[in-house]
C-alpha cells in the first residue's frame, strides 16, 4: 500500500490519483444558453444526484489555467451562462453519442456553438430557455439553485446545484418510473481518456 500527502503532491498528481480511483463516473453533458442566445454544450464527470424531494442534481465546472505563463485562470462558459441565466440542462450520455459527446470537450471560443460543431440536435425545453439534446434518451431541465465555489485556483472549481423542473425519457425506456439500464446503455468516465459501458451488471439485494 502506497501513501500519497496530498500536501506534498502536485496538483496534477493529486488530479490523476483522483479521477483514476473515483469510477466510474455518470457524465453530465450540461447543454445552457449565454445572455446573448449563444448555445452551449459541454461534459462534467464530476456530477450526481443530491435530493429526490425536491429533485436536486449537481455538476462540478472546474477552473483551468487560461494564461499558464501569466497565471491566469478561467471559468468555464457553462458556470458562466448559469450564473446569467440560472437555468441549464443536463442530457444523459450513451454509446451512440459518446463519440460526438467528445467533440464538445474541446476548447473554443464562446461564441462556437457546440450542437453544431457536434452535429446534435436542440430540442426547445419546456420551463426552461437552454435546449435539449433531442439525440440523448434522458434530459433533466434544470433551475439554479445555488452555486458553491470551493476553489478558484487552477484545477479547482465549483459545485453547482440544480433543481429539476421536467425530465424526459424516451418512451421505450421506462416502465413504471424504472428505466432499463440495458436499453439506455449509458457510458461513464473512467481516468485519462478511458471510458466505460455499463453492460457487465449485477443485482445486490440489501440486508433485511
Sequence with gaps: MRTFDSARESVQNI???????IVPRPIAFVSSLDERGVRNLAPFSYFTAVSADPPVVLFCPSVR?????????????????????????INVVTEAIVERMNLTSAQVP????????????????????????????????????QIIEVSDRPAG????????LRFHVREDL?????????????IGRMGGPTYVRTHD????????
Design 157 to 164: 472549481g465549483s459545485i453547482v446545484l440544480g433543481e429539476v
Design 174 to 186: 421506462v416502465e413504471n418510473f424504472r428505466i432499463d439500464p440495458e436499453k439506455l446503455a449509458a
Design 110 to 145: 464562446p461564441e462556437v456553438d457546440e450542437f453544431e460543431l457536434a452535429g446534435l440536435t436542440p430540442l426547445p425545453s419546456e420551463l426552461v430557455k437552454p435546449p435539449r439534446v433531442a439525440e440523448s434518451p434522458v434530459q433533466m431541465e434544470c433551475r439554479l439553485r
Design 201 to 208: 451488471r449485477f443485482d445486490l439485494k440489501r440486508p433485511e
Design 65 to 89: 489555467r487560461d494564461d499558464p505563463q501569466r497565471g491566469l485562470v478561467a471559468h468555464k462558459d457553462t458556470l458562466l451562462n448559469v450564473i446569467a441565466t440560472r437555468e441549464f440542462v
Design 15 to 21: 488530479y490523476k490519483l483522483m479521477i483514476g480511483a
